[in-house]
Each structure stands twice: as C-alpha cells, then as structure tokens.
C-alpha cells in the first residue's frame, strides 16, 4: 500500500520540551511539506522540501526545525521556542518535476495532534 | 503576498437543495486545489483545477475556475448529509511550489 504516515496521531508534552513529529512516505515523491492547522482554519505552511538535503521556510517557521536526510522521510521538530504548538500537524507530499519546476498534487497524511500542557 | 478568501465560512443547507461556494484569490495563479476534511481527518483531494474554464465533476459536486476574474466556484447539487464536511480551496503561488489555503467552509446538510 502507498501512502503517507504520521507518527503519533495524539501526542501530549509538557511546555519547554521539544518534541518531534515523523512523517514518512513511499510513494516515490520528491517534495514534502508540513502544515499547521488550528481550529476553524485553514491550514498554514510551517516547511517544505523538494529535494533530499534541502528544504526552505514557510509562512511560519519560527519554533520548527525539519531535516531531509532520506526521500521517504521528512521529521519536523517542534521546539521550546514554538510559543504556541497545540495544533493538527499535516504531513503532505507531491511529485515535484524539478526540471519543469512545477508541483503537482499534493496527498497528506492522516495528521498529529499535539497538546502541549 | 497571496490571499485566498473562500465564502461562506459556515453554511447550513437542506438535502435537495443546490449551492455555491466561492473562493477568490488575489494574485494570478495556474493550478487551484479543492480539498474535504471530515471532522478530526485529514484531507481528501477533490479536484485540480489547472486552466482557465476548467470544470470537473465528480457526483454531487462541481468545480470550476476563472483565472481571469481570480475565482473559483464548488456547486453542489441536490446536497446529501454524506456531504457535510468542510471543504477547502487552495491556489499555488506563482513561481513557487507553495500553497495558500483558504479558510475553509463548513457544509452542514440538515435532512
């Protein structure tokens, strides 16, 4: 089956602990991304990678880490700086044609909740 | 910067009945998202709306758009409960892979 996991689906820390949020693929895409949702939102681009060791800041970075070590994963790191991080987290991935340099679809994953006490 | 503005934000409708939901955005743009989201889920792709005049349709519900006038329209006919959901539109920034999301609109199909 392809698809895009997210792991934990509920996730409780206490403020000031960095916690981080995995997200894998197997659907051969080259661009990933995360979003943040809050409730009665729409959803907001947190980072985004189109190839393996690169990736670039969204709209709201601040508080989040992310790495691109592999194609099939992309974790994101929410850290003590992150002011507010109770949200659903949205892992999604595309086939990014790096030549023509559009994205196509994008298909995400089921999603984190994180509570942060 | 981009906006996305999708309206209504909730919206209450009887089984039966059609309607429209817009959602207009204020930089040109040449690929447009609509997305379901149940409640505590993730989202469902509906349709990918790639050129001006664009129009898909799959069962109950219709998209469209007009890159002229910077809109988008999602018709729903003769709305079922199964409907109910919120649905949200999403238009690519242009000369980037980003994309901006509308907030969203509730669908609440009362029997």
């Known amino acids: 089956d392809g698809g895009i996991t997210q792991s934990p689906k509920y996730l409780f820390r206490k403020e000031g602990q960095n916690v981080t949020l995995s997200c894998e693929q197997n659907l051969n895409h080259d661009a990933m991304y995360w979003y943040r949702q809050d409730p009665g939102q729409g959803l907001r681009l947190i980072y985004y990678?189109?190839?393996?060791?690169?990736?670039q800041k969204g709209d709201i970075a601040e508080g989040y880490s992310v790495s691109r070590e592999k194609k099939e994963s992309f974790p994101l790191t929410v850290t003590s700086a992150q002011k507010n991080p109770t949200a659903f987290y949205l892992c999604?991935?595309?086939?990014?044609?790096?030549?023509?340099?559009?994205?196509?679809?994008?298909?995400f994953g089921p999603g984190t909740r994180l509570t942060v006490t | 910067e981009l906006k996305v503005e999708q309206n209504p934000l909730f919206l209450s409708m009887q089984e039966g009945k059609n309607y429209t939901i817009y959602c207009n955005y204020s930089?040109?743009?040449?690929?447009l998202y609509w997305y379901r989201q149940d409640p505590g889920k993730s989202l469902e792709s509906l349709f990918v709306l790639l050129s001006n005049g664009a129009v898909k349709q799959e069962g109950r519900l219709m998209a469209s758009l007009d890159t002229k006038a910077r809109l988008s329209t999602l018709h729903i006919t003769a709305a079922v409960h199964d409907l109910s959901a919120t649905y949200f539109c999403?238009?690519?920034?242009?000369?980037?892979?980003?994309?901006?999301f509308g907030k969203g609109t509730k669908l609440t199909v009362n029997p």
């Open positions: 999604a991935s595309s086939i990014d044609s790096w030549g023509l340099r559009r994205t196509y679809e994008q298909y």
């Open positions: 990678s189109q190839i393996v060791n690169d990736f």
């Open positions: 999403a238009v690519v920034l242009g000369g980037s892979e980003k994309l901006v």
């Open positions: 930089t040109t743009s040449d690929r």
